[in-house]
């Protein structure tokens, strides 16, 4: 009778080393777009503005069209991951992705740029989710919620690199341009196909014992394996894959049930407020009065301050946890927010874009990874994705409700509290949330 190995184990056990450095890298790229898709349509949205004549209120909705693509998108690529593997899963949504977002930078009318951004959208909903699933199974668990922290927080790189690309590309050349960077994820493919190992659980499940072998030999070199070794996932005796209905009775099976609708809430109201913050604050700047450079250059400061606050709130969640982490800062976070448009200094606004920059995508990058990390292995994927689709409700809601208040005339001291509130519930609800989930998987 051979050695029963738990896959998870092996790898929970070890240590950060090159080869998952080299999967961390390789995701890492992945959802740089994620951010640069984000931030590409905020810096361009006031250029886009002038340039096709479209109103604020439909500009609104065309957003939510890509956050509708992202929540369809969310369901399909977590569940998929889940049943052909993350490495077919993500070069799928890569090709999707970087055609149609691509496309966006020919479109004129409004009918073109909903279709345009809903099916990217469907794309892009492939890559954080499939990326994070695969850092949570390829990371060390004493290191995961900051591994996991920091390479959220690369959504907010992507953001900063787009702004940055925005304000020098914007006055020369216009917004188009900016679209067809999107096309570049595809020379990813080789790199994805060649050098991405799927996930360990997919390997177990498919029976292809090989593979297995070789990622624990990389993951830690001191395991060796021997020929009549049985190798398990997260104490499963037999993985099999799950069925559709399966997987969704998983996230709710052995007590999961209250924490997924728990999840659902509160990455709705988290998508709300940060997708809202992200998309609209350079146009209501310039709605509140400055010119198109400074609001850019607020938006900019808001994804650049991000990356410091993601070190540090992963670092403070490893050691207090996600629930005091996250009622915390997102309560602080949706003050902060509120106060942005009663302020009339520059500098005060400059200072409270820092804060908002950083403590916005800090609850954000927390939430994400405290979902992550509270799944199962053998319905992660299904889990994350549902929690991101469902969540995609808060990021379709919000940046619609901005435009029709900005169309409809209100101040931005009404606009900013009311973005705020999804941040004030998030603190409020994360008070049902128990840290044990975190780590046990």
Same mark, same amino acid.
């Given at each position: 009778?051979?050695?029963?190995?738990?896959?998870?184990?092996?790898?929970?056990?070890?240590?950060?080393?090159?080869?998952?450095?080299?999967?961390?890298?390789?995701?890492?790229?992945?959802?740089?777009?994620?951010?640069?898709d984000?931030?590409?349509?905020?810096?361009?949205?006031?250029?886009?503005?002038?340039?096709?004549?479209?109103?604020?209120?439909?500009?609104?909705?065309?957003?939510?069209?890509?956050?509708?693509?992202?929540?369809?998108?969310?369901?399909?690529?977590?569940?998929?991951?889940?049943?052909?593997?993350?490495?077919?899963?993500?070069?799928l949504?890569?090709?999707?992705?970087?055609?149609?977002?691509g496309l966006? %930078?020919i479109?004129?009318?409004?009918?073109?740029?909903?279709? @345009?951004?809903?099916?990217?959208g469907?794309?892009?909903?492939?890559?954080?989710?499939?990326?994070?699933t695969?850092?949570?199974?390829?990371?060390?668990?004493?290191?995961?919620?900051?591994?996991t922290?920091?390479?959220?927080?690369?959504?907010?790189?992507g953001?900063?690199?787009?702004?940055?690309?925005?304000?020098?590309?914007?006055?020369?050349w216009?917004?188009?341009?900016?679209?067809?960077?999107?096309?570049v994820?595809?020379?990813l493919?080789?790199?994805?196909?060649?050098?991405? =190992?799927?996930?360990?659980?997919?390997?177990?499940?498919?029976?292809?014992?090989?593979?297995?072998?070789?990622?624990?030999?990389?993951?830690?070199?001191?395991?060796? =394996?021997? =020929?009549?070794?049985?190798?398990v996932?997260?104490?499963?005796?037999?993985?099999?894959?799950?069925?559709?209905?399966?997987?969704?009775?998983?996230?709710?099976a052995?007590?999961?049930?209250?924490?997924?609708?728990?999840?659902?809430?509160?990455?709705?109201?988290?998508m709300?407020?940060?997708?809202?913050?992200?998309?609209?604050?350079?146009?209501?700047?310039?709605?509140?009065?400055?010119?198109?450079?400074?609001?850019?250059?607020?938006?900019l400061?808001?994804?650049?301050?991000?990356?410091p606050?993601?070190?540090?709130?992963?670092?403070?969640a490893?050691?207090?946890?996600?629930?005091k982490?996250?009622?915390?800062?997102?309560? @602080?976070?949706?003050?902060v927010?509120?106060?942005?448009? @009663?302020?009339?200094?520059?500098?005060?606004?400059?200072?409270?874009?820092?804060i908002? %920059?950083?403590?916005?995508?800090?609850?954000?990058?927390?939430?994400?990874?405290?979902?992550?990390?509270?799944?199962?292995?053998?319905?992660? %994927?299904?889990?994350?994705?549902w929690?991101?689709?469902?969540?995609?409700?808060?990021?379709m809601?919000? =940046?619609?409700?901005?435009?029709?208040?900005?169309?409809? %005339?209100?101040?931005?001291?009404?606009?900013?509290?009311?973005?705020?509130?999804?941040?004030?519930?998030?603190g409020?609800?994360?008070?049902?949330?128990?840290?044990?989930?975190?780590?046990?998987?």
């Amino acid at each position: 009778m051979g050695r029963k190995v738990n896959v998870s184990e092996v790898i929970g056990k070890s240590k950060l080393n090159g080869f998952m450095y080299g999967v961390i890298a390789i995701g890492v790229i992945m959802i740089l777009f994620d951010g640069y898709d984000m931030g590409v349509w905020a810096g361009t949205l006031t250029s886009l503005r002038t340039d096709t004549g479209i109103e604020d209120v439909t500009l609104g909705f065309i957003t939510s069209a890509g956050q509708f693509g992202s929540m369809l998108g969310g369901i399909f690529f977590g569940m998929l991951s889940d049943r052909i593997g993350r490495k077919t899963s993500l070069l799928l949504a890569t090709g999707i992705y970087s055609v149609f977002t691509g496309l966006i %930078g020919i479109a004129s009318s409004p009918e073109a740029l909903t279709v @345009f951004k809903l099916v990217s959208g469907f794309g892009l909903a492939g890559f954080t989710p499939v990326v994070m699933t695969y850092l949570s199974e390829y990371t060390p668990i004493k290191s995961r919620a900051l591994v996991t922290t920091m390479a959220i927080s690369c959504v907010s790189v992507g953001s900063i690199i787009s702004t940055a690309v925005c304000m020098g590309v914007l006055q020369t050349w216009g917004w188009r341009p900016l679209y067809f960077i999107a096309f570049v994820p595809i020379i990813l493919f080789p790199l994805i196909a060649l050098k991405m =190992p799927d996930s360990p659980a997919h390997y177990v499940k498919t029976g292809k014992v090989d593979k297995v072998r070789n990622v624990l030999e990389k993951a830690d070199p001191s395991f060796t =394996p021997e =020929p009549d070794d049985e190798y398990v996932v997260s104490d499963v005796e037999k993985a099999e894959k799950p069925s559709v209905i399966e997987a969704l009775k998983g996230i709710f099976a052995n007590g999961m049930g209250k924490y997924t609708i728990l999840f659902w809430v509160v990455f709705m109201l988290t998508m709300y407020t940060s997708f809202t913050m992200q998309t609209w604050l350079a146009r209501l700047m310039v709605y509140g009065g400055y010119g198109l450079t400074n609001s850019l250059f607020f938006l900019l400061l808001f994804n650049l301050c991000s990356l410091p606050a993601a070190a540090i709130v992963g670092w403070i969640a490893d050691k207090v946890g996600f629930k005091k982490t996250i009622i915390c800062l997102a309560i @602080f976070i949706a003050v902060v927010i509120s106060v942005i448009g @009663f302020v009339r200094s520059e500098i005060v606004v400059v200072i409270l874009c820092v804060i908002a %920059g950083a403590g916005t995508t800090g609850v954000y990058n927390a939430v994400y990874s405290c979902i992550t990390l509270s799944y199962p292995a053998e319905v992660r %994927g299904t889990g994350v994705g549902w929690a991101n689709a469902i969540g995609r409700f808060g990021a379709m809601v919000g =940046p619609a409700v901005a435009g029709a208040l900005v169309t409809g %005339g209100l101040p931005v001291t009404v606009i900013f509290p009311v973005t705020a509130l999804g941040y004030l519930l998030v603190g409020i609800l994360f008070f049902f949330y128990n840290d044990k989930l975190s780590k046990q998987n």
